[in-house]
């Protein structure tokens, strides 16, 4: 017989609680624990059943590699690891509008072109909205299946039927399972659901896709079970009025976690870009004093961005310090370095920090280029356009080692830089560019002597918007 029960539900991890609590136990917050009403069979208590699975020595597991399976979009393949892996659940999570369900819907006629099938079930459209949106992609697959249905069953029927290679739920917080008396979208709903679409997954090979809607804070909705679960946690970002848009995997089981995708949004869909660096360095501005170029390593991809910094005296009694892309913590250690080691009067004067184009800094790599940005715009003197600045800063005003030298100075040399600043201890041990002065420097003082009091050296402005092919 099955029994109705009331159990109250933490709406930030999922904490089940059989009373009302203020705050949840699980993740200290207030007010988030909700009633809802589930459905338990007291007969399934029993396990009569036999048991199919029988521990093994790992020595006598035998592994076969399962080919990836690529789509047309190398953004896409790489921040995945290399490809889409057989039976592997990806959740994709972002703000709304930002493109998710354009993205997957590309990502789907691009795999049934390879005669795959796909199954795109939308939880939020009819399928004539669906096709609507596809004829404005210029989507016509005969391999690639419609389904506009919200219940689990049904669409483990329909799974069934139609065989697919690849599966689609936009989104899981539409999605409801009818034996459980909750609202769809509530948390055990959506901890329900996932855990059928991952057995349907993993026993089937089917490769599948859900988006998860946000919360104003930017984490995924639902409870914190939901990325557990999952193979792959993808959050899609940028600004709705920009055209650009970044794709990074926060998990992946099959991949590394640094890996970062861009793509531009145009009337026709997403399109990748294969040069990021080209594109946050496009619309730089030169002879302008507090820009400083580094080279970041997303992953395993040297990316060239340009960190721009404006300091003006302050009008209130406490300065500001502000920075976006960046950690503005980060910020006020770096001035509190310039400021005692290297003599620049910093306490009276408002911060302002900006990554340009939309990017996310959080290695220490660049804090050469965040205080040497910093220390033109206070002094009024600008850099050269053709530099591009590397390393840690140290809170004696030492120049640390960076990782991954050699990358990161040839993606500036492919760009047309002409002059590299790096930690003195990476000097030796790589091939350094034909062409490309290299100085090596030990302090932040040492660094800014350079940087700021050198005779301008030549560039080609050309070669500056060239990628080299």
């Excluded at 329900?192 to 089937?204: E, I, S, V, Y």
């Excluded at 302008?288 to 209130?316: D, H, K, Y």
């Amino acid at each position: 017989m099955a029994k109705a029960k009331t159990v109250f539900f933490c709406q930030e991890c999922g904490y089940e609680s059989p009373k009302w609590l203020g705050r949840c136990p699980g993740c200290n917050n207030w007010n988030t624990l909700i009633e809802e009403r589930i459905t338990r069979d007291k007969s399934s208590g029993t396990s009569t059943k036999k048991v199919k699975n029988k521990p093994m020595p790992i020595t006598h597991i035998k592994v076969e590699q399962e080919p990836r399976i690529l789509c047309d979009m190398n953004e896409l393949n790489r921040v995945l690891g290399g490809g889409i892996v057989p039976g592997s659940l990806i959740l994709v999570g972002g703000d709304p509008g930002i493109g998710k369900s354009t993205l997957l819907l590309q990502t789907s006629s691009q795999l049934a072109k390879q005669k795959r099938k796909v199954l795109y079930i939308s939880g939020e459209e009819s399928v004539r909205q669906t096709k609507m949106r596809a004829d404005r992609l210029d989507i016509s697959e005969d391999n690639l299946y419609i389904l506009a249905e919200t219940d689990i069953h049904d669409i483990e029927k329909h799974a069934e039927d139609v065989s697919p290679d690849i599966l689609v739920i936009d989104s899981i917080q539409t999605i409801f399972n009818s034996d459980v008396t909750s609202a769809p979208g509530s948390v055990s709903q959506v901890r329900d659901c996932t855990g059928q679409l991952m057995r349907m997954a993993k026993t089937k090979g089917i490769a599948t896709f859900i988006v998860g809607h946000v919360t104003k804070d930017g984490a995924i909705a639902g409870p914190r079970m939901l990325e557990h679960m999952v193979d792959s946690v993808l959050y899609f970002e940028g600004e709705r009025h920009h055209t650009f848009r970044i794709l990074r995997a926060v998990k992946n089981r099959f991949g590394s976690t640094n890996e970062m995708g861009v793509f531009e949004m145009k009337e026709a869909g997403l399109v990748e870009v294969s040069n990021p660096s080209e594109v946050f360095l496009q619309e730089r501005t030169k002879g302008v004093a507090g820009s400083a170029v580094v080279s970041a390593m997303e992953g395993t991809r040297p990316v060239l961005v340009e960190i721009q910094a404006l300091i003006s005296p302050t009008s209130f009694g406490n300065p500001r310090r502000m920075a976006t892309g960046i950690d503005h913590h980060r910020i006020s250690l770096l001035m509190a370095v310039l400021e005692k080691r290297v003599g620049l009067l910093l306490q009276n004067q408002d911060a302002y920090v900006n990554v340009a184009g939309g990017i996310k800094l959080d290695e220490p790599a660049t804090d050469l280029a965040v205080a040497i940005s910093i220390a033109s715009s206070f002094k009024d003197q600008i850099t050269q356009i053709s530099d591009v600045f590397l390393g840690e800063v140290g809170l004696t005003g030492e120049v640390r080692r960076v990782s991954r030298i050699e990358q990161r100075v040839n993606e500036a040399y492919k760009l047309g830089f002409g002059r590299a600043f790096i930690p003195e201890k990476n000097l030796g041990g790589w091939t350094i560019p034909k062409d490309m002065e290299v100085i090596g420097v030990s302090t932040v003082k040492e660094a800014m002597d350079y940087a700021l009091g050198g005779a301008p050296n030549e560039f080609n402005p050309t070669a500056f918007y060239q990628s080299d092919t």
